[in-house]
T-cell receptor
Framework: DAGITQSPRHKVTETGTPVTLRCHQT?????MYWYRQDPGHGLRLIHY???????DKGEVSDGYSVSRSKTEDFLLTLESATSSQTSVYFC?????????????FGAGTRLSVL | AQSVTQLDSQVPVFEEAPVELRCNYS??????LFWYVQYPNQGLQLLLK??????LVKGINGFEAEFNKSQTSFHLRKPSVHISDTAEYFC???????????FGKGTRLSVIA
């Protein structure tokens, strides 16, 4: 998984509780991404980061926040989880954008919100 | 806005038969193109990429793809599939600059013995 660790790998939580997913990389890559994968929708970008403390919204950012205080860690927080956020979440990293935007993915976190 | 269309959501094919998974994109500028594969319960792995140069790109596991600028397509092919090729395949496009990758919705390839 190209030096990418996602934790936890599985989580079951209740509606209304906060949830934080962690992505850790050992590649020292500048860019990190959070996607969600749902049947019929493919991968959709939630947020991404282009450096420490530098983040931007993706296509489906509502209900999610992110933080990156160190190069190696990118956290995704669901402030108050809802059933519509039940999904598989993938973290990805890349060296840069354009021709350097070759993304490498973690193994995913399966989240169920009951 | 750029978009990526994978024309088939599911493709069943018999073992040792050829397969083509289709991908079209909408863009009037230069693009970088990627195919990723996802095996069950795993993350995505890069299969191949087109950045520049030859329009025929070879990837891992015997796959290849051809970039056709006039038809804005990047179809993935394999002349003879194996059971182990059963997976979901994603096409992705990057316009360059600081824009993130845009993924298609995926094509599920099922290889039948």
């Amino acid at each position: 998984d190209a030096g990418i660790t996602q934790s936890p790998r599985h989580k079951v939580t209740e509606t209304g509780t906060p949830v934080t997913l962690r992505c850790h990389q050992t590649e020292n890559h500048r860019y990190m991404y959070w996607y969600r994968q749902d049947p019929g929708h493919g991968l959709r970008l939630i947020h991404y980061s282009y450096g420490v403390k530098d983040t931007d919204k993706g296509e489906v950012s509502d209900g999610y926040s992110v933080s990156r205080s160190k190069t190696e860690d990118f956290l995704l927080t669901l402030e108050s989880a809802t059933s519509s956020q039940t999904s598989v979440y993938f973290c990805a990293i890349s060296e840069g954008q354009g021709a350097k935007n070759i993304q490498y993915f973690g193994a995913g976190t399966r989240l169920s919100v009951l | 806005a750029q978009s990526v269309t994978q024309l088939d959501s599911q493709v069943p094919v018999f073992e040792e038969a050829p397969v083509e998974l289709r991908c079209n994109y909408s863009s009037s500028v230069s693009v970088y193109l990627f195919w990723y594969v996802q095996y069950p319960n795993q993350g995505l792995q890069l299969l191949l990429k087109y950045l520049s140069g030859s329009t025929l790109v070879k990837g891992i596991n015997g796959f290849e793809a051809e970039f056709n600028k006039s038809q804005t397509s990047f179809h993935l092919r394999k002349p003879s599939v194996h059971i182990s090729d059963t997976a979901e395949y994603f096409c992705a496009v990057n316009l360059g600059g600081n824009t993130p990758l845009v993924f298609g919705k995926g094509t599920r390839l099922s290889v039948i013995a």
